[in-house]
């Protein structure tokens, strides 16, 4: 049976990935720090033991590019049949937003190894508006543009078909969800307060939040694109990958009620 190793499997993503395969009765083994490093070559050996196939995404920060080719190069060298990276819309090596540059430099690197890859570019998880809806409100610096935000069950559904089934090496998938919305309905739709703010306004909340640079400049870097129109574009691959429809925000919504 193919074997696949799921890297960053304890990530938002990598959690519904794992879940996804094993459903589908795959071969799966987890990569976490609970197992292993991106650091360490030893663990990543005995990590690609017998794999055919890989998931890839490490954590974004600073280290991610030396993280992710790390696992390129291990699996080159291991004879891996597939990877299916999970990268991001925007990618693009001379991007000055931090992880679309990291994201496109990996790429690169997947591209030059010559392992058969799968790049998957989802656009803005809809999962981001809950880092800042906590405080019952959800501060906009989006202009009113709309954003085709993704439920991360679809892009895990996405990179599980993709690992197994044949016909998409060599492919690059911009992922969306089925519509492109506007902060104020996604705010509706989970019952927060809607808070229209100018760049201006929301300067001080990335630069004072207590973030990272990289941080601070990512996300300074996405509401710019967002602003520019950058996140309006709908795609129809999940549907067509996984058979059925992109979840819409009120099924990520839906999902977040408790349970009775
Ligand atoms: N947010 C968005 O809107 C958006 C949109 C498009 C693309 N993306 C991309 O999605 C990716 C993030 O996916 P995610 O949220 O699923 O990831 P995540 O939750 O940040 O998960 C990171 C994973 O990497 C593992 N990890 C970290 N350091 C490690 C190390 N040294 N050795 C081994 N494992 C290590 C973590 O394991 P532990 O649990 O053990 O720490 C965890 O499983 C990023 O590349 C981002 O650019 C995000």
């Given at each position: 049976m193919t074997r696949i190793l799921v890297t960053g499997a304890t990530g938002n993503?990598?959690?519904?990935?794992?879940?996804?395969?094993?459903a589908h009765g795959a071969d799966v083994?987890?990569?976490?720090?609970?197992?292993?490093?991106?650091?360490?070559?030893?663990?990543?050996?005995r990590a690609f033991d017998g794999v055919d196939r890989v998931y890839l995404c490490a954590a974004d920060g600073p280290a991610?590019?030396?993280?992710?080719?790390?696992?390129?190069?291990?699996?080159?060298?291991?004879g891996v049949d597939r990877i299916v990276k999970l990268s991001a819309q925007h990618a693009d090596r001379a991007s000055d937003v931090p992880?679309?540059?990291w994201h496109g430099e990996i790429e690169a690197h997947l591209h030059r190894s010559g392992v058969?890859?799968?790049?998957?570019?989802?656009?803005?998880?809809?999962?981001?508006?809950?880092?800042?809806?906590?405080?019952g409100t959800l501060p906009s610096p989006t202009a009113g543009r709309r954003v085709a935000?993704?439920?991360?069950?679809?892009?895990?559904?996405v990179a599980a078909v993709t690992l197994l089934e044949d016909g998409h090496t060599g492919r690059t998938y911009d992922l969306t969800g089925p519509?492109?919305?506007?902060?104020?309905?996604?705010?509706?739709?989970?019952?927060?307060?809607?808070?229209?703010?100018?760049?201006?306004?929301?300067?001080?909340?990335?630069?004072n939040a207590g973030l990272p640079d990289w941080l601070a400049a990512q996300l300074a870097g996405v509401f710019a694109l967002i602003r520019a129109g950058g996140f309006e574009r709908v795609t129809d691959h999940v549907r067509t990958i996984t058979g059925r429809p992109a979840r819409d925000i009120n099924d990520f919504a839906a999902s977040l009620a408790p349970a009775n």
């Open positions: 993503v990598g959690a519904h990935v794992v879940r996804e395969l094993r083994r987890a990569f976490s720090r609970a197992v292993g490093d991106f650091d360490d070559p030893a663990s990543l050996r991610k590019v030396r993280h992710e080719t790390a696992v390129i190069d291990a699996a080159a060298e291991h992880a679309y540059g058969p890859a799968v790049v998957l570019r989802p656009a803005f998880f809809m999962t981001n508006l809950l880092m800042v809806t906590a405080s935000m993704i439920d991360i069950r679809d892009v895990a559904a519509a492109a919305i506007t902060f104020a309905e996604a705010a509706d739709a989970l019952s927060v307060r809607f808070l229209d703010l100018t760049e201006e306004q929301a300067r001080p909340r990335f630069e």
